[in-house]
């Protein structure tokens, strides 16, 4: 990832307006910004959710609080708690999110 021609900035999350997105059960409410062609998001997954889709875009995903379970198409599960991350490239790996309790994530890709 080359990052240029972005110049020094602060994010006030909260102030960033939500989008809503349906899971297969659940919702995902995303804070969303734009740097030239990276996307930087703050995600919160309702208790109960899972995704409706694989996902096949690359991440750097981070943990920010409550428990997320990614399940990869081939079968591996991971549990990740706050402060844990993970990362995969691009068409690489599909994967998808679920969580029990509920889960707030920040998000590079």
């Not at 899971?23 to 995303?30: C, K, P, R, V």
């Not at 309702?46 to 079968?75: Q, R």
């Not at 402060?83 to 889960?103: I, K, L």
Request: charged letters at 25%.
């Amino acid at each position: 990832m080359q990052m240029s021609n972005i110049p020094f900035g602060t994010t006030d999350w909260s102030k960033i307006e939500p989008t809503h997105h349906k899971g297969e059960t659940g919702s995902a409410i995303w804070r969303t910004q734009t740097f030239g062609g990276i996307r930087v998001r703050m995600v919160e997954y309702t208790p109960g959710y899972l995704a409706d889709h694989w996902c096949v875009k690359g991440h750097i995903l981070l943990v920010l609080d409550g428990e997320l379970v990614t399940e990869l198409e081939d079968g591996r599960v991971f549990t990740l708690k706050a402060g844990q991350s993970y990362q995969v490239a691009d068409n690489a790996e599909p994967h998808r999110s679920r969580t029990e309790t509920g889960a707030k994530l920040f998000i590079v890709d």
